[in-house]
């Protein structure tokens, strides 16, 4: 059970991470004063790499841990469990997007407008539902 509460833990830690940076990319696309778009420029690096990564990793190590001691062997032909799976790929993904648009706007290169990361913004929340709802319901 440790295992998995620190999953637990973790997993908040990455998503609250993954819900506030694309709001933060939103406020940035909407400044335009230089003192705020350094400021933006400092939170979001903070925000990515020292919490929100970390937070992944944790996620992933501990996520692993339960995997490989108990969870293949009870799971291992369940459907739920690969579709979490792979939904925690594209998660990752979303993740990696996220350093790409965090390079673009501390290069100042961002092209896109805050509507789109606003859009963004909401990935997360619908990775979330099916991914707890696969975990804990286990459907198929």
């Known amino acids: 059970m440790w295992l998995k509460a620190?999953?637990?833990?973790f997993m908040v830690t990455?998503?609250?991470g993954l819900f506030?940076?694309?709001?933060?990319?939103v406020y940035h696309a909407?400044?335009?004063?230089?003192?705020?778009?350094?400021?933006?420029k400092i939170m979001e690096r903070k925000l990515y790499w020292g919490i929100?990564?970390?937070?992944?990793?944790?996620?992933?190590?501990?996520?692993?841990w339960m995997l490989v001691d108990y969870a293949w062997a009870a799971y291992g032909s369940a459907g739920w469990l690969h579709l979490k799976l792979t939904l925690?790929?594209?998660?990752?993904?979303?993740?990696?997007?996220c350093g790409v648009w965090?390079?673009?706007?501390?290069?100042?290169?961002?092209?896109?407008?805050h509507i789109f990361y606003r859009w963004m913004n909401e990935?997360?929340?619908l990775f979330l539902i099916a991914i707890v709802l696969l975990a804990t319901l286990k459907p198929f």
């Open 6 to 9: 620190f999953h637990l833990i």
């Open 14 to 16: 990455w998503f609250a």
């Open 20 to 25: 506030y940076l694309p709001r933060l990319f």
């Open 30 to 40: 909407m400044t335009a004063d230089a003192v705020s778009i350094e400021r933006f």
């Open 52 to 64: 929100t990564t970390p937070g992944m990793v944790l996620t992933l190590v501990f996520g692993i």
């Open 88 to 97: 925690l790929a594209l998660l990752v993904g979303y993740h990696l997007l």
């Open 102 to 113: 965090l390079a673009d706007f501390k290069h100042d290169r961002n092209r896109r407008s």
């Open 123 to 125: 990935a997360p929340v």
